[in-house]
């Protein structure tokens, strides 16, 4: 385990253990709870698997009223729970806690309602991205967003993070395609929120909830949104001698009114290790590399494929290929696809960063990266969500090696921070996590992180939901409503009031 | 003492909050005030107008964000961007036809704070879909901001979200960060005549679930605009795909009968008018909106019919319903039950006379956890209800 310090554990609690698991065996009877260490070990990470905690106990409730149950019995104990869906979470979410209940939210996995008039879906939090999908594909739909772990990923989790994917500038993120939520609070108190109508009662607190890291409920229904598939989808996969070239033509792109269903870049390095592995056909002479994707009715495809071909040529593109099959155009997505495990193969061990950027930024964030990358003796391959500016930089390692993992989260806090200092954010779909919870402060001010924090307080008062995760100082409650009231002079007396 | 504050900056806008906090002395926080006579009223002595907190931050079309300050005029961001070939994809409605005042006014700030959005929310989501960033005043008087300044960002609870639809009521925005969209090269839209309720909610959830990305689904049932009922889809996009999509959803539509094509311009002129509601603007009496589920729209109108009669307009597929009452009056706990006995929803008065505004409730009645938890997210921004108290709920 690397730096990044979780709260001390609660002796008390943990001496309890014996106590605890026989209570969760009252509410969720038969295999339900699992306190073995053996069976408690795949549990222990998630898919920041660089940090390991075995969980006080693992509870896998099956219906609403157990998980309620289980969490006011919690509640009432004062016994932390962290939410868990499949465990793809790539910021450590949900990393267990040694004093903590575990909760899976994996036996929630039906299917429960497919509504093709008002194009929803609703469905428990346990089943998959792609299981969505796979529901509705033979009416001729689909759900959107598709986070590259879509076949194993949950909605449940997807909600947590507010995942995207590839297609998000174009069909928008979890949160543009949820449309209502049912959730227990720590209490134990079941609300809903939404539904298939579109208005909301009051506060957006479905917006609140998506994205906020299993630290203010635990989801137990989702409502999303399907699409009809778009009648034809044709890519172009781009060349460029520069880095800056491909940087200007995804602008160009953009500023001739085409929003391109997908549009993603990738540097030298991973190009590399994506031809190696999958040989998809890409050039190796390149700098930069892009794949832009058109989906829609033909008509129209074609007609954009035209205008971007044009535009790539402008911008001194030095091949470029255009995908006349299906098949084609699955070999062109094949290597961006496998980049991640592409370059697990030519390194031991990486880390995967999650900053945003404005996408003019991208050449000066490039070479800033190659600079880094020196100074931090350490080799850097990047995929990048051109079409919004989400960058995946991977970090390469071998933490068999003494000192390289700290290298490593070394390399990746500073490439977060360059991230923030050219107008960007720390994460884009992976979430904070506890990850970068330590780099918040970069992004956010003190009084910025206590409001985040007040409205927790609004839905876990004790802290009991996640701790240690997204916030840097847990500050007590109590202490974040106290009022600092000033003096009541009329404010600036020389400003015009009338 | 009634003062109206009109600070120019971030750091003015606290001083005002702050006092205020400081002498327990309320606040009702307006833009121009053009959606006054919207929601519940407001009972404050003090005005906090960010009418001279205005202008244009930074505007750069190819990254497809905008950053104002929360005053600035609507009219005028929608205008600087179709310079540039974009609109706010949301399409926000404007409340001016329907609250008897002149069409165009409003802020920014407002129309982010009551969530507008326009007949294209079937398919680009509302003011709160657009939504990245922003600094505000709390409650408590504290600068804070939250979100950034890019479309994909999950660091930290999106509070922009959540002020979306707050009514200013848990801070006071002072600069928003938007996404804008590029407009579409031209639009079309299909018409089908003479279709009942029900046949033309069935047309339009057809419709939308068809590969025709369709971006607005209205029906004007007959006497609302015109003699004959009205089912309009519309297509917008690049000019061959729109006749491409056309002739497809036409074919799509084949047996609820052979539709009309409206042009450009007329097509333009129409959804204007469906996005404000202006067929059922006439007079000063009481309308009502109804979200519900789309394919619940004519079951909900047919099943209120026997209660009371009014006039109605279909808009989103069937769910969004204006209602506007014959006799003129509100009709609430009928209008409530039918909506709770057809699946649910969201029912808001829109237009009534204040005191009527101030007497029922104007947006939907929360069940009580719910209801609690927005009380203490409400506690959590705005401790001692300083601002825009009553403006949702009746004593907060």
Redesign the interface.
Known sequence: MSGIKMPLPDRATMDKRREIVKALQAIVPGEGVIHTMTEMRPYETDALTAYRQMPLVVVLPETVEQVSQVLRYCYENDVKVVPRGAGTSLSGGALPLADGVLMSMMKFNQVLDI??????VVVQPGVTNLGITRAVEEE??YYAPDPSSQIACSIGGNIA??S?GVH??KY??T??NVLGLEMV?ITG?????G???????????L??M????GLLGVVTEVTVRIL????TARALLIGFPTSEDGGRCV??I??????PGGMEMMDELAIQAAEDFVHAGYPLDVEALLIVELD?????VN??IGKVEAIAREHHASSISISNSEEERMTFWAGRKAAFPAVGRISPDYLCMDG?????ELPRVLARMRELSDKHKLRVANVF?AG???LHPLILYDANKPGELKAAEDFGADILKLCVEV??????????GIE?RDL?PE???E??????Q??????DEKHLLNPGK?FPVLHRCAEL?K?H????????PD???? | MDTTFTPTNTEETREVVAWAVANANPLEVIGQGSKRELGRPVQAAHCLSLSKLSGVVAYEPEELVLTAYAGTPIAEIEALVAQNGQELSFEPMDYGPLLRREPGQGTLGGVLATNLSGPRRLKAGAARDHILGMEAVSGRGEIFKSGGKVVKNVTGYDLPRVLCNSWGTLAVATTVTLKVNPRSETSASYVLYGLSDEMAVEAMCTAMGSAAEVSGAAHLPAGVGDKEAKTILRLEGFGKSVDYRYKSLAKVLERFGQGARLKVDASTKTWREIRDCTPLAGGHDTIWRVSVAPADGAKFVAALKPHFDFQCLYDWSGGLVWIKPVDGEQHERDLREVLSACGGGHAMLVRALSPVRAALDVFQPQPLPLQELSRRVKQQFDPQGILNPGRMVAGR
């Open positions: 509504d093709y008039p008002n194009r929803a001729g739909f993070e507010n995207g998000c500038l928008g993120l949160t543009n609070l108190e079941v609300i809903r929120l539904g298939k109508h579109l208005d909301s009662e009051g506060y957006d607190l917006g609140l998506t994205g906020s890291e009809q598939k778009p009648e602008a160009e953009i500023a001739n009114g085409i929003i829609g009715p033909e008509a129209e007609d954009l945003t950027i404005p996408r003019k969500h919004d500016g989400n107008g960007g954010v720390l994460t884009g779909e992976h979430g904070v970068k918040m992004m956010f001010s009084d910025d992180l206590k409001q985040q007040r409205v927790k307080c609004a839905f997204v409503g009022m009231v000033h003096d009541g002079q009329l404010p600036f400003i015009p009031r009338f």
